[in-house]
């Protein structure tokens, strides 16, 4: 154990990580969206979202409080047009603002899973945290609607989050008759996965968790 003055603390590399803010504002502005998304990990901060698909906002409103991450959203789209440019601009802008707070992510554990149940449904997500991104989904056909939300969009979403932040994520939907259920589950588990990959390894302290020495 290395010596400390007894006026001195030791600061290991991992508590300067854990002291680090894993933050990122991201801004997106096109012909279809106006998009201003601030992101912050492992904060009790409440989370403020607008995205004009009240299903949507929902959906992430859940995935922040089982993410443990903050998110200021507000997106203004052509939803007069589609939802589907709104939803998958969401995604790339989270996606973009996950893959600036990890930075290096210098001491994470990298991967994370969660199995979550919600009522009738049960969804599986897996994710690596890998710097590559890759998406698959295995589960019922998400062709229908609820209410005015399109089904489909939800994968959009998770593609679009997934290629943006440089990630793998594999979501397997086991069973489930809801609607609503099934996509919360969804939600759900990726969000716990994320929290899982993102958490710092005690037994890791300032390594980069790849034997390339790069994740970024």
Same mark, same amino acid.
């Given at each position: 154990?290395?010596?400390?003055?007894?006026?001195?603390?030791?600061?290991?590399?991992?508590?300067?990580?854990?002291?680090?803010?894993?933050?990122?504002?991201?801004?997106?502005?096109?012909?279809?969206? %106006?998009?201003?998304?601030?992101?912050?990990?492992?904060?009790?901060?409440?989370?403020?979202?607008?995205?004009?698909?009240?299903?949507? %906002?929902?959906?992430?409103?859940?995935?922040?409080?089982?993410?443990?991450?903050?998110?200021?959203?507000?997106?203004?789209?052509?939803?007069?047009?589609?939802?589907?440019?709104?939803?998958?601009?969401?995604?790339?802008?989270?996606?973009?603002?996950?893959?600036?707070?990890?930075?290096?992510?210098?001491?994470?554990?990298?991967?994370? /899973?969660?199995?979550?149940?919600? %009522? /009738?449904?049960?969804?599986?997500?897996?994710?690596?945290?890998?710097?590559?991104?890759?998406?698959?989904?295995?589960?019922?056909?998400?062709?229908?609607?609820?209410?005015?939300?399109?089904?489909?969009?939800?994968?959009?979403?998770?593609?679009?989050?997934?290629?943006?932040?440089?990630?793998?994520?594999?979501?397997?939907?086991?069973?489930?008759?809801?609607?609503?259920?099934?996509?919360?589950?969804?939600?759900?588990?990726?969000?716990?996965?994320?929290?899982?990959?993102?958490?710092? %390894?005690?037994?890791?302290?300032?390594?980069?968790?790849?034997?390339?020495?790069?994740?970024?």
């Amino acid at each position: 154990m290395p010596f400390a003055h007894p006026h001195c603390s030791v600061v290991t590399a991992q508590q300067k990580l854990s002291a680090m803010e894993r933050k990122a504002i991201i801004t997106r502005r096109t012909s279809e969206t %106006d998009i201003k998304l601030s992101f912050a990990i492992d904060t009790s901060q409440p989370s403020r979202i607008f995205t004009g698909i009240p299903f949507f %906002d929902h959906m992430l409103s859940s995935m922040a409080r089982h993410g443990h991450f903050a998110l200021d959203l507000q997106c203004t789209g052509d939803t007069e047009v589609d939802d589907h440019h709104t939803v998958e601009d969401v995604g790339i802008c989270l996606g973009k603002a996950i893959h600036k707070a990890l930075g290096e992510k210098v001491g994470i554990l990298r991967f994370g /899973d969660a199995l979550i149940p919600m %009522d /009738d449904a049960l969804a599986h997500s897996a994710v690596d945290l890998s710097g590559r991104a890759y998406f698959c989904y295995r589960g019922p056909e998400l062709t229908g609607r609820i209410g005015n939300y399109s089904e489909e969009l939800t994968l959009e979403f998770l593609r679009a989050l997934s290629t943006n932040a440089e990630f793998n994520l594999h979501i397997i939907v086991h069973h489930g008759q809801n609607r609503h259920h099934i996509h919360e589950s969804i939600f759900k588990s990726v969000a716990i996965a994320l929290r899982k990959a993102w958490a710092f %390894d005690e037994s890791r302290e300032g390594e980069i968790p790849s034997t390339k020495g790069t994740i970024s």
